[in-house]
């Protein structure tokens, strides 16, 4: 072997598996549908099965030194059991276990959204930064802090639940069970679903026609759409949405004085709405110092952010590094 790693970023609709060398070059990748409605032990299977797929498109025979994966949920990072993912219907699974019995190679677990930053800070946006948060807008909104140059994940792993900050108490209802959660305001879902108010209300009628006709095909996409073409009620929920990221943002400036606040995910390709609403509310919001001191970037990466961090996370345990956190 010549010293290559596995990484995984496992999703509730796709499982993205690499091959990567030292330096972090991708050799060789795979992504297959992640069929959770199958059970944990069929996705667990398919996991390996993609792991063998890039060994031998790579033309390698033996095993990887380590495999790093990002799952969603919640989850421990030293033990590797998936406490709760709802995309996947799993509860207190042990991946890190099944996937080494099943693998014999060492395995490391670690939250999506906290590989998605690591990716970042290692081969994207936040190379060069040592206080780095990442945040990803999509169908949900997540984060990860990187802190002194670690990913920091509280005293039981659960930091970095920015999508849980309450931007307004008396706002819309989060999944979570909260009210005016950052995730229930400025997320895709967020705006699809006040799109959908708006038609049925007897308004939206450009969102509308950007969905076919059909008011449950609205996603934020077809706001984008409608707001491109110049619709003001399409672009009003995008700027509301973006204000509310922009509230969201500013709390963790506050909070944490980074130096770097790095956005990506799919939602934040809406359009320079949502950007330049984010940015003049953080202006408005963030302490001056800590405003003058931080930047505000997309993310690099992409769709690779969180395999490019599994990538890392794979080659951390290859070179003996140890997790800052204490075991929970």
């Known amino acids: 072997m010549k010293g290559l790693v596995a990484a995984v970023d496992l999703g509730g609709t796709k499982i993205y598996t690499a091959l990567a060398d030292q330096s972090g070059r991708v050799l060789a990748e795979v992504v297959v549908p992640t069929r959770p409605w199958e059970g944990a032990g069929a996705v667990i299977g398919r ?73 970042e800070y290692v081969y994207g946006a936040g190379r060069g930064e040592e206080e780095m948060v990442y945040i990803t807008v999509s169908t949900g909104i997540g984060g990860g802090l990187i802190l002194r140059g670690r990913v920091y994940h509280g005293a039981g792993y659960g930091a970095g639940e920015i999508g849980h900050m309450t ?33 049925e209300s007897g308004g939206g009628r450009a969102i509308l026609e950007a969905a076919g006709g059909d008011v449950d095909a609205i996603t934020a996409r077809e706001v984008a759409r409608a707001a491109a073409a110049g619709d003001g009620e ?3 929920i995008i700027i509301n949405a973006g204000r509310a990221l922009g509230i969201g943002v500013a709390n963790v400036i506050n909070l944490l004085n980074p130096a770097l606040v790095v956005l990506g995910g799919g939602a934040m390709q809406v ?12 202006s408005r919001r963030a302490w001056a110092p800590a405003r003058r001191r931080v930047r505000l970037v997309p993310a690099e990466l992409g769709g690779r952010s969180g395999l490019m961090g599994a990538v890392a996370l794979a080659l951390q345990k290859v070179r003996g590094e140890k997790p800052p956190n204490p075991v929970v």
Request: glycine share 12%.
């Open 47 to 119: 996991i390996v099965e993609t792991v063998d797929q890039v060994l031998k498109q790579a033309g390698e025979q033996g095993p990887p030194l380590a495999l790093g994966i990002g799952a969603p949920g919640p989850l421990n990072a030293a033990t590797g059991v998936v406490y709760q993912a709802p995309n996947l219907g799993w509860d207190n699974v042990p991946l890190k276990q099944k996937l080494e019995e099943i693998l014999d190679v060492p395995v490391v677990v670690d939250n999506d959204a906290n590989l998605a930053a690591m990716g």
């Open 167 to 199: 931007i307004d108490p008396n706002g819309p209802r989060c999944g979570c069970g909260n009210y005016g959660c950052l995730e229930a305001m400025a997320s895709g879902t967020a705006m699809a679903r006040e799109a959908r108010r708006l038609v």
């Open 234 to 236: 399409a672009r009003q």
């Open 271 to 282: 359009g320079p709405l949502l950007w330049d609403a984010m940015e003049r509310e953080v």
